[in-house]
């Protein structure tokens, strides 16, 4: 029997012939890139950093974040800042979704709630939270919504050839071990790519010793065949990363709306609102290798003298350069609000994907307070991560 550890299997499960029956290769699922984690509005509106950029990406069921891990000194410390963001329909319709499904209400399925909140350690509002509401209303990087020629037809005849060893293999196992589901197991691990060791104590453990187990694989699928699907995860791994890398920087446009509260009780009893916004995001690509955002957030900030709420708007631009998974930027961002001065914010810094997966932030740049006439350095480092694997 061949083998060999390929890297994470499809996870095609195998139910009977309900896969076949249900479509395998319009499952919405099997149309996810590895494109760094997005912003959450909800971030933003805490005042983490000086930028407060929204950039537009493609939705991810899930999205968690951790930020503001330098503290005094420029020392390193516990990150204070917290947000998650949350794709509701994503996760109702989970690994059932349709593309067709998808197709006919994207802006519901794109559709985003992140909440956030803060340790803000200047003695007088320890306590910050914010709630957001964002969904993007043009994204072509968005595989469900283009062209199948691109990738769900490659995808797919993949998908379809592994599932079709696979059940070769288990129809093989069902006459030795007199049970589908035992029979589906091994199947799942043959094709998977997984080690021999693994495939044959399984198979040991339901009566099937080693050279039945070999003699029933070969006959199911050729060695050739076999040798092929086993390279599969590979494959695919390598045409997901050329898509990612050419999408990466597509143009995308995003909307979002909300609110941030501070308090002194720990326990959020007097939050009062300070803050609310809303943004217009836009992502547009600049050659094969660059990016360039454009924002403006528009809403009402609590004066910190009067107690009153009063207009603000910060105009941003940012410009990236680099791969899917290594880049860096530089921006410019001016906020004004009513009977103050403008602060200004040069800003740079860059996004790498470690090799323990996520993805790394980090920033620094020099804010100029036209009120106060005075300037001061503004960092960040903050670790994103998503779960896209969550329901395959």
Do not use: C
């Not at 997005?38 to 968690?64: C, H, I, Q, T, Y």
């Not at 330098?70 to 410390?77: E, N």
């Not at 990150?79 to 319709?93: D, G, S």
């Amino acid at each position: 029997m061949h083998s060999t550890s390929s890297g994470p299997a499809l996870a095609l499960f195998l139910i009977g012939s309900s896969l076949q029956a249900q479509g395998l290769g319009s499952l919405a699922k099997y149309s996810r890139l590895d494109f760094a984690v997005p912003d959450a509005p909800a971030f933003s509106l805490l005042k983490v950093e000086g930028s407060s950029v929204l950039r537009p990406s493609s939705v991810k069921e899930l999205g968690l974040a951790v930020s503001d891990f330098v503290g005094g000194g420029a020392a390193l410390s516990i990150p204070r800042a917290f947000a998650v963001e949350v794709a509701p329909m994503l996760i109702a319709e989970g690994p059932r979704l349709q593309v067709t499904a998808y197709q006919r209400r994207p802006w519901l399925y794109r559709l985003r709630v992140s909440a956030a909140t803060a340790r803000v350690e200047d003695g007088i509002r320890p306590n910050r939270v914010a709630l957001a509401l964002r969904s993007t209303l043009v994204d072509r990087a968005d595989l469900r919504t283009l062209p199948p020629e691109l990738w769900r037809i490659p995808l797919t005849q993949a998908a379809k050839q592994k599932l079709n060893a696979a059940q070769a293999v288990q129809d093989g196992l069902v006459h030795r071990v007199q049970d589908v589901e035992k029979a589906a197991a091994i199947a799942d691990l043959v094709v998977a790519g997984y080690e021999g060791d693994s495939v044959y104590r399984l198979a040991e453990r339901y009566g099937v010793n080693r050279a039945e187990l070999d003699e029933i694989v070969t006959a199911a699928v050729p060695p050739s065949s076999m040798e092929e699907v086993l390279q599969l995860d590979q494959r695919l791994q390598d045409r997901r990363k050329r898509l990612a890398d050419s999408l990466w920087n597509a143009f995308s446009i995003d909307v979002a709306l909300g609110v941030r509260a501070d308090g002194n009780d720990s326990t959020g009893r007097d939050l009062r609102v300070q803050k609310y916004g809303g943004w217009f995001a836009l992502g547009a690509p600049i050659t094969r290798s660059g990016q360039l955002l454009l924002n403006v957030q528009q809403g009402g900030e609590r004066d910190t003298t009067t107690g009153r709420i009063r207009f603000s708007s910060t105009v941003n631009s940012r410009l990236y350069v680099g791969t899917n998974y290594l880049k860096i930027f530089v921006e410019g961002q001016g906020r004004l609000r009513v009977d103050h001065r403008p602060i200004w914010l040069l800003n740079s810094g860059g996004e790498i994907r470690p090799p323990f997966g996520g993805w790394l932030d980090f920033s620094a740049g020099l804010e100029f307070d036209n009120n106060i006439r005075e300037s001061q350095l503004v960092t960040n480092l903050s670790y994103k991560f998503g779960l896209p694997k969550l329901f395959d």
